[in-house]
């Protein structure tokens, strides 16, 4: 370089200089101007568990909007102790306040209110359902890496006294309602109804509609 330098007038060299710091300024601000993606944080299993959690929330709320009044008391089989689709949404609510409170370490605010027995209409099962989940959305939002592994001891419905962790237990509440969509969806499909994880989305051209 110091070769090069000696061969060409001092203008040209601090033109060169001023050139290279331009450009050091430069591409930072193309970079920000063309919407470069910004860099995602990894992935973490307390974020996928949360993900799930809205996944079904989402499935279970909008199923019981879009299921007509008059279906809510049907059920899927002809044994009485099969729930029907209204009692599938209030036992979703009342196992929502019930792991939810325990995974806050506070007292159930549903506790003694049997929900299943007591609503019949579809506003106010739906308003029951509603809140249930706002109320679980503070237990989900409030898990972290650090305190999801911290063991907790709660009581099952049978009044029997076990431990589990924060995360395992906010888990189970997430299976337990995607086995009750499970039954919902049942129900739904016997008045034709499709239910809201199969509803049809605009398929790319050229593509075969996937089966449901």
């Not at 063991?151 to 049978?158: G, K, R, V």
């Given at each position: 370089?110091?070769?090069?330098?000696?061969?060409?007038?001092?203008?040209?060299?601090?033109?060169?200089v001023l050139a290279l710091l331009g450009?050091?300024?430069?591409?930072?601000?193309?970079?920000?101007?063309?919407?470069?993606?910004?860099?995602?944080?990894?992935?973490?299993?307390?974020?996928?568990?949360?993900?799930?959690?809205?996944?079904?929330?989402?499935?279970?709320?909008?199923?019981?909007?879009?299921?007509?009044?008059?279906?809510?008391?049907?059920?899927?089989?002809?044994?009485?102790?099969?729930?029907?689709?209204?009692?599938?949404?209030?036992?979703?609510?009342?196992?929502?306040?019930?792991?939810?409170?325990?995974?806050?370490?506070?007292?159930?605010?549903?506790?003694?209110?049997?929900?299943?027995?007591?609503?019949?209409?579809?506003?106010?099962?739906?308003?029951?359902?509603?809140?249930?989940?706002?109320?679980?959305?503070?237990?989900?939002?409030?898990?972290?890496?650090?305190?999801?592994?911290?063991?907790?001891?709660?009581?099952?419905?049978?009044?029997?006294?076990?431990?589990?962790?924060?995360?395992?237990?906010?888990m189970l509440n997430v299976v337990h309602?995607?086995?009750?969509?499970?039954?919902?969806?049942?129900?739904?499909?016997?008045?034709?109804?499709?239910?809201?994880?199969?509803?049809?989305?605009?398929?790319?051209?050229?593509?075969?509609?996937?089966?449901?």
């Amino acid at each position: 370089m110091k070769e090069l330098r000696k061969y060409l007038p001092k203008s040209a060299a601090r033109l060169g200089v001023l050139a290279l710091l331009g450009t050091a300024f430069v591409v930072p601000a193309i970079a920000q101007q063309t919407g470069a993606p910004a860099m995602q944080p990894p992935p973490t299993v307390v974020g996928a568990l949360r993900n799930f959690y809205n996944g079904i929330k989402n499935n279970i709320v909008r199923s019981g909007e879009k299921m007509p009044e008059e279906f809510y008391g049907l059920r899927p089989g002809t044994q009485m102790e099969v729930r029907t689709f209204g009692q599938h949404l209030a036992h979703s609510a009342k196992f929502n306040y019930l792991w939810c409170a325990q995974a806050k370490g506070e007292k159930n605010p549903n506790a003694g209110i049997e929900l299943e027995k007591t609503l019949t209409k579809k506003d106010d099962i739906l308003q029951a359902l509603r809140a249930s989940f706002e109320y679980c959305d503070g237990a989900y939002n409030a898990l972290t890496d650090a305190n999801a592994g911290d063991i907790i001891t709660i009581t099952q419905e049978s009044g029997r006294q076990v431990q589990q962790t924060r995360m395992g237990l906010l888990m189970l509440n997430v299976v337990h309602n995607e086995e009750l969509y499970g039954s919902i969806v049942t129900t739904m499909r016997i008045k034709d109804i499709v239910p809201t994880s199969s509803e049809r989305r605009p398929q790319p051209a050229g593509q075969e509609p996937r089966l449901q």
